[in-house]
């Protein structure tokens, strides 16, 4: 059973945006760094966006910055990737996770918690 759960994903036109949400069981939101990746056919798994919830910042892929923003709402144990002017190339399965301790940068092998993934596609 997936302990993060994604939403929000779609189809898109080029130019559009979408939100992603990512809810969290309390223990699991409570983690050191929460992150998204996207993994598009045939490629190897990308970091996209983490929040270093210790440190209060937060890091973007260069292929997305100032395009798209990682944030949280504590409330609702949940993080979020607004992406704007998508691009054909965002197209991809997008992925929530989570590291409770030793948070080491984009790196998939290093986050022991993961949604199921949840699909966005972008279309000319």
């Known amino acids: 059973q997936w302990q993060l759960v994604e939403s929000g994903g779609g189809s898109v036109q080029a130019g559009g945006s979408l939100r992603l949400s990512c809810v969290a069981p309390?223990?699991?939101?409570?983690?050191?760094?929460m992150a998204w990746f996207r993994q598009a056919p045939g490629k190897e798994r990308e970091g996209v966006a983490i929040?270093?919830?210790?440190?209060?910042?937060?890091w973007h892929a260069d292929s997305v910055k100032g395009r798209f923003t990682i944030s949280q709402h504590n409330a609702k144990n949940t993080i979020y990737l607004q992406m704007n002017s998508l691009k054909l190339e965002d197209t991809a399965t997008y992925y929530c996770?989570?590291?409770?301790?030793?948070?080491?940068?984009?790196?998939?092998?290093?986050?022991?918690?993961w949604g199921q993934g949840i699909q966005v596609t972008v279309s000319s």
């Open positions: 996770a989570a590291e409770e301790t030793n948070c080491r940068g984009p790196v998939a092998t290093a986050f022991g918690h």
């Open positions: 309390v223990h699991i939101y409570d983690s050191d760094c």
């Open positions: 929040l270093y919830r210790r440190g209060g910042y937060s």
